[in-house]
T-cell receptor, first 110, second 115 residues
Framework: GEDVEQSLFLSVREGDSSVINCTYT??????LYWYKQEPGAGLQLLTY?????DMKQDQRLTVLLNKKDKHLSLRIADTQTGDSAIYFC??????????FGKGTRLSVIA | DVKVTQSSRYLVKRTGEKVFLECVQD?????MFWYRQDPGLGLRLIYF?????MKEKGDIPEGYSVSREKKERFSLILESASTNQTSMYLC????WGAGDTGELFFGEGSRLTVL
């Protein structure tokens, strides 16, 4: 079945770039997503990428997709303390509910 | 903006009690979902529904049931709460149709403690 893997923790200094990585197994995924969960809140969609794209940039966020290796990454430039949160990768193959990774907790050190 | 509202942010119940978690969405979405979130385990799908009165089991349906009598409302029921059901419960909805990205819209979550 589908599976999404991501590391559980990442710690960076304020102002540095953060890179959160994700691997997925379903090669038929149409969309891949990054969700952000702030403390005590639900998940909010941060960005998504369609499977026929290699890269998507949105202000400080850059998403890279390597379909051959089934690898997705989220880069946050100039990381701020407000970026501290849990980031979830998710895939959508179109036939089943989204499959989520376990989430990466990003800690930003001032 | 899409709004998904979960009726209770925090609940404390006793073992054996019947627990209702309510979720309402205001964007006429066809699909609704219940997840539980536990540290180190991420999000696990309990049940989902593609239409009124329809329900599908997710990955961990044991000990739970659901009800969808109206399109906007999806309820999660714990018939007899147990301590291992202490968790954060997240409701979500999404539209269904060509052109939709499949994005899920989440509520704020309901943190349930079973004593």
């Amino acid at each position: 079945g589908e599976d999404v893997e991501q590391s559980l923790f990442l710690s960076v200094r304020e102002g540095d770039s953060s890179v959160i990585n994700c691997t997925y197994t379903d090669s038929s995924s149409t969309y891949l997503y990054w969700y952000k969960q702030e403390p005590g809140a639900g998940l909010q969609l941060l960005t998504y990428i369609f499977s026929n794209m290699d890269m998507k940039q949105d202000q400080r966020l850059t998403v890279l997709l390597n379909k051959k290796d089934k690898h997705l990454s989220l880069r946050i430039a100039d990381t701020q303390t407000g970026d501290s949160a849990i980031y979830f990768c998710a895939e959508d193959s179109g036939n089943t509910p989204l499959v989520f990774g376990k989430g990466t907790r990003l800690s930003v050190i001032a | 903006d899409v709004k998904v509202t979960q009726s209770s942010r925090y609940l404390v119940k006793r073992t054996g009690e019947k627990v209702f978690l309510e979720c309402v969405q205001d964007m006429d979405h066809e699909n609704m979902f219940w997840y539980r979130q536990d540290p180190g385990l991420g999000l696990r799908l309990i049940y989902f529904s593609y239409d009124v009165k329809m329900k599908e089991k997710g990955d961990i349906p044991e000990g739970y049931s659901v009800s969808r009598e109206k399109k906007e409302r999806f309820s999660l029921i714990l018939e007899s709460a147990s301590t291992n059901q202490t968790s954060m419960y997240l409701c979500a909805s999404s539209p269904w149709g060509a052109g939709d990205t499949g994005e899920l819209f989440f509520g704020e979550g309901s943190r349930l403690t079973v004593l």
